[in-house]
């Protein structure tokens, strides 16, 4: 990829050195590392000049985000906007365990470096009071804590630097949607969900649910969605 077409990317940065991998269930949210990393985030990290619509995405297997396929189709909808929009969009990651992870640190460590396996935490939805439930059943007090806990550097970040931002873009589903929407809600952030219609369209309940699943983000009807959300954002702000 020449400097050219890098620069057009919106995701992705260097190459990341090697250093030691965290694997684990929820004890990497109270890992020292990751409290560290999400402490600098909510309390130090200062967005680039510029950007006024933040996007955020949802945290994949694969690291750096960037490297996943779902970034990688992603990505192929943020480059088709005008060079200008490279400018404007800040893409960041909903991460558990780490809160939130800008595009710009998505190699730091340990964004880049853990594996974070959470089988109890998924279905999950939200319960009136706010708080976590899974449709199972199978969420227990220490996932709660430690949902609260990831929930809590997500609305540290938007309570701190909503004044940034002019357009807040969910492009999240599942644990990350609910968490992004309890932190939003708790900061005052009006968060745009393109994918709010989909959801419980014909499109996500067709035959083959589980294409839904696992490639909803990356179905055509999704990115038209994030495109025409986003195009509108720019749009608001005279950078299309």
Not at 78 to 85: H, I, R, S, Y
Not at 131 to 156: H, P
Not at 196 to 223: D, F
Request: glycine share 6%; charged share 20%; with cysteine.
């Amino acid at each position: 990829m020449g400097p050219e077409a890098k620069n057009r990317s919106l995701i992705g940065h260097d190459d990341i050195p090697h250093l030691p991998q965290l694997r684990g269930g929820t004890s990497l949210v109270t890992h020292p590392a990751v409290q560290d990393f999400a402490t600098f985030v909510t309390t130090r990290y200062i967005p680039p000049a510029g950007k006024r619509v933040a996007l955020f995405l949802p945290c994949t297997s694969k690291k750096p985000y960037s490297s996943s396929r779902t970034y990688r189709t992603i990505n192929s909808v943020l480059t088709g906007f005008p060079p200008d929009a490279a400018d404007v969009i800040h893409v960041l990651t909903v991460s558990e365990p780490l809160g939130v992870v800008p595009a710009e640190l998505e190699r730091a460590y340990p964004a880049a470096h853990y594996d974070m396996v959470l089988k109890t935490w998924f279905p999950i939805r939200r319960s009136r009071t706010g708080n976590f439930t899974s449709k199972k059943g199978q969420l227990t007090s220490e996932d709660r804590r430690c949902l609260d806990l990831v929930v809590d550097r997500v609305f540290r970040f938007l309570n701190r630097l909503s004044g940034h931002y002019e357009f807040f873009v969910g492009y999240v589903r599942g644990s990350q949607r609910r968490m992004l929407e309890i932190a939003a809600e708790r900061a005052s952030v009006r968060v745009i969900y393109p994918l709010a219609g989909l959801e419980t369209s014909a499109i996500s309940n067709r035959p083959g649910t589980v294409n839904w699943a696992l490639n909803g983000l990356r179905m055509p009807e999704s990115l038209n969605a994030l495109e025409t959300c986003l195009g509108k954002c720019l749009r608001a702000i005279a950078c299309v």
